[in-house]
RNA sequence: UCCAAAGUAGCUCAAUGGUAGAGCAGUCGGCUGUUAACCGACGGGUUGUAGGUUCGAGUCCUACCUUUGGAGCCA
């Protein structure tokens, strides 16, 4: 007998002789005459309710259906005479397929996320994660299909990589070197002896290998994991975490902003109109501000303001910042706050920013002193896309690697890109996680990914 | 890495420097078309670790560990 998905039945518009039903017990509740279990089987976020009648020759069992406890059940899907559900199962035949004694860690009631992430093998079983992780789902297929429907090219980067993509963060080594016994040279360990004859890294993006194919298929988007081994201990970073990087030959900076808008506001609304249920627990024990913020970023146009007149407004904003506001520093965690919830009160693209502080790739502007790159502001998370247009003058490309004192040898393929057929192109860079945490409430990063590597934790 | 807070039963939390407690979970029993059911009983603790102050420390002090929040770096 075929089986039937727990949202299958509650979707279902009559009665039916004959289902078959397989999840993991939520709940019993016993009665005299008989018992009530809940079922879930991970389908949707609502649980199967079955009665279980004492005259059953299986009721023996019902000792053994404890919370966590897997089952099949074959039973009569009928009409519930309880309010809270419209079917219910009337079971007929249990198979009783993997039991959980006591020592089962989740319980009926709420536990903190703190709890939850000790037990990262059990906490999709509960109700908030089991939401989290088929949106997850739901964010990567909308993330294909907007690409898709746009004639994008999804591009596989490497994630053994040997180059460093400068100004990204710190790399993780890739060898297989036997640490104890490194192979020695004069200047130290010989990577001419490691696997690949030379030091490799986990990539920390995949911009550098995405632009090669934009410059040949004119659109592609890369979706993957990347790495950073930077020592960063907060709410919003992860060791390992998934970048969507969209890249795109014949677009300049305003092109890339139209493209950052729309993506966004494309993700929300896809959100919004599939993932209804999810959306309300969210709301309801998350974050009770989730859908004004949602729909604050979707119904406006996002703002747009050159980095010299964000810096202006928040000098004559009269407040104190706790970092100054001065022209040729970054942007703070409080001052991006500050322009999208406080003063323009809507999503904001700052745009234009000191050459100093961008790295090598991104494209001089005629002024001399600023560059074409953006990033894309929202509230509560702040910066939450980073972008720009890439530099594709051959001789001025050279130079900004100078100045970054970079090895021109190493990048020779990527300057290869400049000597034949250059054309303007732009991307940018948007953080799964990020994106996940804004449309969930859902306020640390390690609660969004499966299984989160920080320093000092790689569990499972 | 820096700043701050916290760590007590399986979970969530109480406890003026003076006998460590509740709710939930668990076990046993009862009751009811129940629905994070309800009622009763029972079991459950080296108060993060190591020192110190004190007649006496869960409580005060020091160090360390862990977690959380914030910052930097960034996505």
Redesign the pocket.
């Known amino acids: 007998m075929q089986r039937t998905l727990v949202k299958n039945a509650l979707r279902s518009d009559s009665d039916c002789e004959s289902i078959l039903i397989q999840g993991w017990i939520r ?1 019993r ?5 008989f018992s ?1 279990l ?1 079922i879930n089987d991970g389908s949707c976020l609502k649980n199967l ?1 079955v ?1 279980v009648d004492a005259t059953l020759p299986d009721y023996t069992k019902i ?1 053994q259906l ?2 966590g406890a897997s089952v099949s059940i074959e039973g009569k899907l009928i009409a ?6 419209k079917w ?1 199962l ?1 079971a007929r035949k249990i198979d009783i397929l993997g039991i959980a004694d ?1 020592t089962y ?1 989740l ?6 996320s ?2 939850l ?1 000790e037990i990262a093998h059990l906490r999709p079983r509960s109700n908030l994660f089991g939401c989290l992780f088929r949106v997850r789902s739901r964010l990567a297929y909308a993330i294909h299909t907007f690409f898709q429907e746009r004639d994008f090219v999804y591009i596989h980067t490497p994630i053994i990589t040997s180059s460093d993509c400068e ?3 710190e790399l993780f080594r890739v060898t297989t070197l036997d640490p104890s016994k490194p192979e020695a040279s004069k200047d130290g360990i010989d990577f001419s002896k490691d696997f690949f004859g030379k030091p490799t890294y986990l990539t920390v ?1 995949g911009q550098l290998e995405a632009e090669i194919f934009a410059c040949a298929l004119s659109n592609v988007y890369t979706f993957g994991p990347t790495f ?1 081994a ?10 390992e ?1 998934w ?1 969507i990087e969209p890249e795109m030959a014949f677009c300049d900076l305003n092109g890339d902003m139209d493209l950052a808008e729309e993506f966004v506001k494309y993700l929300i609304r896809d959100f919004l109109n599939h993932c209804q249920e999810d959306l309300e627990l969210f709301a309801k024990f998350v974050d009770k501000e989730l859908l004004k913020r949602l729909e604050f970023v979707v119904d406006r146009e996002f703002k747009r303001i050159p980095y010299a007149e964000a810096i202006d407004i928040l000098r004559e904003s009269g407040k104190t910042f ?2 100054p506001v001065q022209h040729g520093a ?1 942007l ?3 001052h991006e706050r500050f322009l999208t919830e406080e003063h323009f009160k809507c999503p904001v693209t700052v745009f234009d920013y000191p050459r100093e502080i961008k790295p090598f790739y991104m494209r001089a502007n005629d002024d001399g002193t600023t560059a074409a790159a953006m990033d894309v502001l929202v509230p509560r998370i ?5 972008g720009s247009q890439r530099e594709e003058r051959l001789d001025v490309l050279a130079n900004n690697m100078k100045e970054h004192n970079l090895n021109l040898d190493t990048y020779w393929w990527y300057l290869d890109l400049r000597r034949y057929g250059s054309v303007p192109h732009s991307g940018f ?3 799964f ?2 994106m996940l945490m804004f449309i969930t409430g859902v ?4 609660d969004i990914i499966p299984f989160p590597r920080t ?3 790689a569990e499972f």
């Open positions: 709940t509740r016993d009665s005299k005459d009530f809940a309710q009665i000792d404890t919370t519930s005479q309880g309010k809270e559900q219910e009337a006591h860690p319980q009926k009631k709420g536990h903190t703190e709890y992430r100004g990204a963060g993006s950073r930077e020592n960063s201990n907060t709410s919003r970073h992860a060791s975490f970048m706790e970092y970054n703070q965690s409080e702040g910066e939450i896309v980073g860079g948007l953080g996680e990020r306020a640390n990063i390690r320093p000092g934790h």
